[in-house]
């Protein structure tokens, strides 16, 4: 109790208090401009916490993570651009609840949602890091793969209405990921003797290209045509969702912050992952599961509650075992070194203190991340009050600054306008987005695993399904994969034979 008392002194001081709350809003600041990422954000405000003594500079960082993962929905909702790749989900259901004029009705909902999967991530981080800490160290090739077969499989859940286009769309995304160095023999790959193409195409110009450079363009489309603008209604009548949405989303945020959690703790995934898994388990577990794609209360809260959550989820492997969970974790393991801190498991022997402040610092950020979001959601909406031609120009503009950021280098502007008018061509022929930033993630996951796994094993595949876990996982994906595309056949089946309704005939044929 002493070190808990000795902590709480350190993290309710003035300057750390507001480090904080300065960090947070950054974070959510940053997360709500498209093209910046959380790990941008941090990797940015980084060296300023070498100037602050103790804890306070890492605390700072903590709100920054927190708060750009949350802030990544805001424009997710309402412009259909994700700040941050953990948002894309988010879109699936937050912009057709904008589209209904119910902007306000989706934000407070996903900022519920985001500081209960926060605090629920922290949660677990104090309660049962050891258990998740263990888990996450017990896998390894067979399982990673595993488990990126999983993410892939639910292709077929998040294609917006022809699961062939998203099969498609995940292989368009799989190949792009081939582009590069071999990660087992370093051979060249698809470089066409490029320098740039020898590091692969980054993730982030092609993710700003898909989902807002694209928009953009269908936005100027519109304009240039004359034809109106399906202006979002950003009239907000309530702040705090009602009573009875939130008894309808709560076990959603549940579950999802518990698979975010999860997720989270196995080094390597993100809120990308845990976003769009969540989700998928959402529609499954959902009453509801024909509202998904067009405005479902739950399809917003649960990626929301899964990428928030996986905040306390990454940092389990971080101080106990000195392993990032993710890209953002590993960015701020520079700072903890900094400071003299050595992460491992006897980081909690030797600085109690500092792990108890940590705890309670992740606590507060994620607190304040709820109090921020709820005070600025009338001042985030006004948005959409900026006519098309000025707000048009200035989020393409903001594709250039995004992709620019990353490498600092054109070509990767240039890589987000070919990306964004792929993605125009795209969505004209009635494909989704998600499938395609699916297989670019998880691709690479995929394959490195899966010939480390067969490297283990000296060429056998039967180590896919001696292993428990690792077989767990593929008969999920199986199952994942193809009941959207027998569980409507089998319903109407059994619906026949009960006398029933059964689905319209376009529906079983998708």
């Not at 954000?41 to 804890?55: E, N, Y």
């Not at 488990?147 to 368009?172: D, N, P, Q, R, Y």
């Amino acid at each position: 109790m002493n070190d808990i008392f000795a902590a709480a002194s350190v993290v309710f001081s003035f300057n750390a208090l507001l480090m904080i709350f300065v960090g947070t809003l950054a974070g959510v600041i940053i997360g709500a401009l498209p093209g910046l990422t959380v790990n941008m954000g941090i990797a940015l405000l980084m060296p300023l916490t070498f100037s602050f003594q103790g804890l306070t500079g890492i605390l700072m960082l903590i709100g920054v993570y927190c708060g750009a993962i949350y802030g990544g929905s805001i424009t997710a909702i309402l412009i259909n651009t994700p700040g941050t790749p953990a948002s894309a989900a988010t879109i699936l259901d937050g912009y057709p609840l904008a589209l209904r004029g119910e902007a306000g009705r989706a934000l407070g909902l996903s900022t519920l949602s985001s500081t209960v999967g926060g605090i629920f991530g922290a949660i677990c981080l104090v309660l049962v890091s050891p258990l998740l800490a263990k888990v996450a160290v017990g896998m390894s090739a067979p399982e990673y793969f595993s488990l990126a077969v999983f993410g892939i499989s639910i292709i077929t859940s998040v294609s917006s209405h022809s699961i062939i286009k998203g099969l498609m769309g995940g292989c368009i995304g799989l190949a792009i990921a081939t582009v590069g160095l071999d990660p087992m023999t370093a051979g060249f790959r698809f470089t066409f003797d490029s320098v740039y193409l020898m590091g692969g195409i980054s993730f982030v110009p092609v993710l700003v290209g898909l989902f807002a450079f694209s928009q953009g363009l269908i936005s100027l489309e519109d304009n240039h045509r004359g034809s109106e603008n399906r202006k979002v209604q950003v009239a907000i009548k309530r702040i705090f969702p009602t009573w009875a949405d939130f008894k309808r989303v709560f076990p959603t945020q549940i579950r999802s912050a518990a698979i975010g959690t999860v997720i989270g703790a196995i080094p390597g995934t993100g809120g990308d992952i845990a976003s769009y898994v969540s989700y998928t388990e959402a529609k499954r577990w959902s009453k509801h599961p024909e509202e998904f794609g067009h405005g479902s209360i739950e399809g917003v809260s649960a990626p929301e509650a899964g990428a928030n959550a996986v905040a306390g989820g990454a940092m389990v492997p971080l101080l106990t075992l000195g392993i990032p969970g993710d890209g953002a974790t590993a960015i701020m393991m520079g700072a903890f070194m900094v400071q003299g801190l050595s992460l491992g498991p006897l980081l909690f022997k030797e600085h109690p203190i500092e792990v108890n402040t940590i705890f309670i610092g992740l606590f507060v950020a994620n607190i304040l991340m709820g109090l921020i979001g709820f005070a600025g959601l009338r001042l985030s909406t006004r948005i959409m009050d900026v006519p098309p031609r000025i707000l048009v120009p200035v989020v393409l503009t903001l594709c250039a600054v995004g992709a620019y950021s990353v490498n600092h280098t054109m070509i990767d502007v240039f890589v987000m306008m070919l990306a964004g008018t792929l993605g125009y061509i795209l969505i004209k022929l009635d494909f989704s987005m998600s499938p395609i930033v699916i297989g670019i993630i998880l691709g690479p996951m995929a394959e490195t695993n899966l010939r480390r796994s067969l490297v283990m094993s000296e060429g056998d595949y039967s180590v896919f399904v001696t292993r428990p876990i690792c077989l767990s996982f593929l008969i999920i994906a199986v199952v994942t994969l193809f009941l959207p595309i027998v569980g409507p056949k089998l319903w109407n089946w059994w619906k026949k034979r009960s006398g029933g309704p059964v689905l319209p005939e376009n529906e079983t044929q998708e």
